[in-house]
């Protein structure tokens, strides 16, 4: 039982989540599999290993006796990884494929400590979701952090953290705008077909506000460009140029004053930012060191 290892990783991966759901998608795998693989292993024990409670699971005493063992097993795998690559010298180069927003404006602030955390250096590959994506199953990226994701079998996606998305101008804006209110400006934004304008369309749709009813003066295809646009925008008393992007991309120019940001009353806009990965690589210990890492870096 013990050179069947993946069986046991699922029992550390249940224990480590503190549930069968939460495991059954960090491993990419069905619950009921979760399930049945505990089982397997209760089975060889002859004991009962974990408890489900209403606010997760529980050990029991023969449970935390197995864990305590299996754990030691699971470092001294990871460290026999370490000691092969170290034997065959091999130098890694990690590579993240990494949407727009991510890669030109989360991924910077922290891609140096990614870099020491892992031992490694760290390439990354910015382009759009879908192209991301392709990159991903042609196994030319390890990693993929996504904005928009169209979920494909054969990758796991786990949420990493929210991107906010708020209402941009030149100029001054009060803390929160009604919905009414958005009339009043001029905007700039995404062409119809894309995810974050599809995003802002519903979200407004539930307040009674429709985006063709906005006084449109440019459209433009990227939200850099959106950014750039507003930024070079002619002043005019009374007219505010607007546009709603992620609120990561103007951190800087807020803190400059060179932008102001305001939110919607009534309206939440924001969308999820995953981590991506092929499932064959779903038993990786440097994988899975990875992205631990990079979800403890969860910067709202």
Known sequence: ?????????????????KSFSKASKKLGISQPA???????????????????????????????????IVTKLDKSIVQAEKDIIKIINKELVFIIGASY?????????????IQHAIDNEVLIKVANSDSITEELLDKKVD???LESPIFQDGIIYREWMEDELVLVSKTP??????????????????????????????????VG?????????????????????????????????????????????IAREELFYARIKGVK???????????????DAFMDRVINYIISKRRV
């Open 34 to 68: 979760v399930t049945q693989q505990i089982k397997i292993l209760e089975d060889y024990l002859d004991a009962r290993i974990v408890d489900r409670k209403k606010n997760g699971i529980k050990l029991t005493k023969i449970g935390e006796e197995f864990f305590k």
């Open 173 to 206: 804006l009060p803390k929160i705008v009604k919905p009414e209110d958005l009339n009043s400006f001029r905007w700039i934004c995404r062409e119809e077909e894309s995810h974050t304008r599809q995003i802002i369309k519903a979200e407004l749709e539930k």
């Open 143 to 145: 990693l993929a952090l």
């Open 269 to 283: 806009l924001s969308r999820k930012l995953y981590l991506a990965y092929s499932k064959e690589r779903k038993q």
């Open 101 to 113: 927003i991510i890669g030109n404006y989360i991924l910077p602030d922290f891609l140096t400590e």
């Open 1 to 17: 039982m013990l050179r069947d290892f993946t069986k046991i990783e699922t029992f550390l991966t249940v224990v480590k989540e």
């Open 209 to 253: 506000v429709e985006c063709n009813s906005f006084d449109l003066r440019s459209v433009v295809t990227s939200s850099t460009a959106v950014k750039q646009t507003i930024l070079k925008s002619p002043e005019i008393d009374g007219f505010n140029t607007v546009s709603i992007i992620s609120k990561h991309m103007i951190n800087d120019e």
